[in-house]
């Protein structure tokens, strides 16, 4: 069986999280793309790919140039599928499972010029966190990206739009087939 078929109950009983890294959400599917078409948001420079998932944003990054990048998940099945991926593609970045909205940026093993935010802001008290997060990068000069189809706690007035981008999703993860899908840079 599929692991996004099973539900909560079922995972919970084998006592695994639910996979949330284990798909390509809209978010995380249009920044990659942003930075394929717009490498220079990334290329020759060190970049952090925050809550990377299964590294969809981070392997756009080191395909599009980036020196150096590093994706941070906190999920460990995330990390074993970020270690894969990055192998499937051919691809060399660091990866961590260091918890960065607890850490902040000192406590990261560089600073990096650009951040990637793909689908972060689904659930209120995370949402305000990595706002904070986001608003930190920004204070210290980093370009902050963020990708997201609009989920509820998306704080559009702290964003300057890039891009749209309409993203393929299926049915079982989202309310429509396709999703109007934005790139956002982040202001504070």
């Not at 798909?23 to 809550?51: C, H, I, M």
């Not at 999920?75 to 990866?95: K, Q, T």
């Not at 802001?121 to 990595?130: G, S």
């Not at 891009?163 to 899908?181: F, G, S």
């Amino acid at each position: 069986m599929d692991l996004w078929k099973l539900t909560e109950q079922e995972l919970e009983t084998l006592g695994l999280p639910l996979p949330f890294w284990a798909f390509a959400w809209a978010g995380g599917q249009a920044l990659a793309r942003y930075v394929l078409d717009q490498p220079e948001t990334v290329a020759g420079k060190s970049v952090l790919a925050f809550a990377a998932g299964a590294g969809l944003e981070a392997i756009a990054a080191v395909k599009s140039g980036a020196a150096r990048v590093l994706a941070t998940e906190i999920d460990p099945f995330a990390l074993v599928a970020l270690e894969l991926n990055a192998s499937m593609n051919g691809v060399s970045l660091e990866i961590s499972g260091l918890d960065v909205l607890e850490g902040g940026l000192a406590a990261l093993p560089f600073r990096p010029e650009t951040v990637l935010l793909g689908d972060v802001f689904f659930e209120r008290p995370l949402a305000d966190r990595v706002a904070d997060f986001a608003a930190s990068c920004t204070d210290e000069g980093i370009l902050t990206l963020v990708g997201d189809p609009g989920r509820s706690y998306l704080p559009t007035n702290r964003m300057e739009s890039l891009a749209e981008y309409r993203v393929p999703t299926t049915r079982a993860l989202e309310d429509a087939e396709v999703k109007k899908t934005r790139v956002w840079r982040f202001l504070g």
